[in-house]
């Protein structure tokens, strides 16, 4: 789409050991900080801002029980995403498992990532460039909206294609939002 957006059309399976129902999510091309630019087909600034899951290691940005963001609590990449205009939609970060279909995997390009990135072979998961602008270089670790526990929150990794939970709540990275819709 021409208007800063990737549109995912899903249908229900399961894929990377993950259960997915149907859905339609659009993803911004851009992360945070970064602006669109339809003519070269770039976002820029080149690197996005960093922003923190929560400003503190516990559960005051997010839903205890489902572990996702909820607006609650200081949390930077809530905010973000909530205040984005875009394409004339509502934006959230994306989820941990939504997240995962950003990735493309080289030699089977149905593949859709597990936790620890172990289903693409050797060659590894990566973030579809052609989709997504993109500097590997620079920039690799994105949060999702879901914590992983009391103290940390998931984030993927565009370099390695990994989905990990070593990041605690009030670190800074990136950010890439997500709307449902139709």
């Not at 976002?43 to 005051?60: G, Q």
Request: hydrophobic content about 30%; glycine content about 10%.
């Amino acid at each position: 789409m021409n208007d800063g957006t990737i549109r995912f059309q899903g249908n229900a399976g399961t894929f990377g050991s993950q259960v997915y129902s149907s859905t339609n999510l659009f993803f911004a091309k851009c992360a945070s900080g970064q602006i669109w630019e339809n003519s070269s087909n770039t976002c820029s600034p080149a690197i996005p801002s960093t922003l923190r899951f929560c400003s503190a290691n516990d559960n005051s940005c997010n839903d205890p029980g489902t572990l996702q963001l909820n607006g609650l609590g200081t949390s930077g990449i809530w905010s973000y995403c909530n205040g984005l205009t875009l394409a004339g939609r509502s934006w959230r970060p994306a989820t941990k498992n939504e997240m995962k279909l950003t990735l493309f995997c080289a030699n089977s390009p149905t593949t859709i990532s597990d936790d620890n990135g172990s289903s693409c072979s050797s060659s590894g998961f990566k973030i579809n460039t052609d989709l997504f602008p993109y500097d590997a270089s620079k920039v690799c670790r994105y949060w999702t909206g879901s914590a992983f526990s009391l103290t940390d929150g998931w984030f993927i990794n565009y370099c390695t294609g990994l989905a990990i939970s070593s990041q605690t709540k009030s670190s800074f990275d990136y950010v890439r939002c997500v709307s449902d819709g139709p």
